[in-house]
């Protein structure tokens, strides 16, 4: 085991298409499919959203942010608007031309760059995307509070791939938000360490975000697995 960064815990949300809690997701417990409400959205801002976007919206709008200092913001997506571009090559191929107001939301940052216009946010964001989006993204939201001196806000969301991609079929879009701030303030105290693994396989979004945020909600002590680093070593987030 390798610490590579503690930080505090002020805070999580999570929101699934298909749990109700986060606890009712690690314990397999369904609901009826129900959309992300994402209220900091309004009116014609509305129009267009992915699915992947609405819930970054829903876990954010969810976390006691402060107006008038607002986090930094770092944004993590395994499959970004994976959605939007089934959407969009399939309208090419039929049309020979896509929407351009779908084209211009289709990028990786999209969440980014609305949540920013919704709170009035002139912080600095990053947006990570890959196979690893989830270790990488708490990555860089620790070490920015570190580095920052500040609070960051980690939100962490996936949409269902379309069957076309042949990719994971997990039918839930799921969403988690974090709030992390440096070691010196007052919140509850998590852990970055690097372990060695020779299991470089992805792990389910759901299952790692749920975990993460019913440790936070029930106070108990956890050692969720975030996904590999590198070849041979994978993150783990750890709430004494």
């Known amino acids: 085991m390798t ?46 959203t992915s699915l992947a976007t609405q819930l970054h919206l ?10 008038a200092e607002p986090p930094i913001t770092v944004f993590a997506t395994c ?26 939301l289709s990028v990786h940052n999209t969440p980014s760059g609305l949540y920013s216009v919704a709170t009035g946010s002139h912080a600095p964001s990053t947006t990570v995307t ?12 620790a070490l920015t509070a570190l580095d920052a001196g500040r609070t960051v806000l ?5 949409e269902p791939v379309p069957a076309v991609f042949q990719g994971p079929t ?4 799921v969403a988690a938000a974090f709030l992390l701030a440096p070691a010196s303030a007052t919140g509850r105290r998590a852990q970055l360490v690097t372990t060695p693994s020779t299991d470089d396989l992805d792990l389910p ?7 993460a945020v019913d440790a936070w909600t029930r106070e108990e002590p956890a050692t969720i697995a975030l996904g590999a680093l590198h070849p041979g070593a994978r993150l783990e987030l750890r709430l004494p």
């Not at 829903?58 to 107006?67: F, K, N, R, S």
């Not at 997990?170 to 879009?173: Q, S």
């Not at 979004?205 to 975990?211: C, E, F, G, N, Q």
């Open 3 to 48: 610490p590579v960064a503690s930080v505090q815990l002020l805070g999580a949300s999570f929101f699934s298409t298909h749990h109700a809690s986060a606890h009712d997701a690690v314990a397999g417990r369904q609901r009826d499919v129900t959309a992300p409400a994402f209220k900091l959205l309004v009116a014609r801002a509305r129009r267009f």
């Open 58 to 67: 829903e876990v954010c709008g969810a976390l006691p942010v402060d107006a």
């Open 79 to 104: 499959h970004g608007e994976i959605q939007t571009a089934e959407t969009l090559v399939a309208d090419f191929h039929t049309n020979a031309m896509v929407s351009s107001a779908r084209f211009a």
């Open 130 to 141: 890959g196979a690893n989006a989830i270790a990488m993204g708490w990555l860089e939201a």
């Open 154 to 158: 980690l939100s962490i969301a996936d």
């Open 170 to 173: 997990e039918p839930a879009g």
């Open 205 to 211: 979004t759901l299952l790692v975000l749920a975990r």
